[in-house]
Nanobody, 127 residues
């Protein structure tokens, strides 16, 4: 069983930065595609970023490209999401998700492709 725990959310002003972390326990997720998703009130869950097992393939949604950076430390079983130049429209609950893979470059961007989810962390950006 894999357990994912997000941390680092909070209330910030527009233009500020936050760094989210996703830590895994139980079965290691070092050999897993990891994705960050977010869901704002009244909206569907959307993909924000994803990273392959070896970090060699990375995806960003257009809305965050150039502002957010995803990275991973497989030795520590953690994946981070650095969020800079935050905007009010970034306000949402942010979730990390994991899907074990067999290929180091394999990764996924759709929520339905992920097997394990964290409980989420709230990010609120005031204008």
């Amino acid at each position: 069983q894999v357990q994912l725990v997000e941390s680092g959310g909070g209330l910030v002003q527009a233009g500020d930065s936050l760094r989210l972390a996703c830590a895994s326990s139980g079965r290691t997720v070092s050999r897993a595609s990891i994705g960050w998703f977010r869901q704002a009130p009244g909206k569907e869950r959307e993909s924000v970023a994803a990273i392959s097992w070896n970090g060699g393939r990375i995806y960003y949604a257009d809305s965050v490209s150039g502002r957010f950076t995803i990275s991973r430390d497989n030795a520590k079983n953690t994946v981070s999401l650095q969020m800079n130049a935050l905007k009010p429209e970034d306000t949402a609950v942010y979730y990390c998700a994991a899907r074990p893979v067999s290929n180091s470059y394999e990764f996924y961007t759709a929520a339905l492709d992920y097997d394990y989810w964290g409980q989420g962390t709230q990010v609120t950006v005031s204008s």
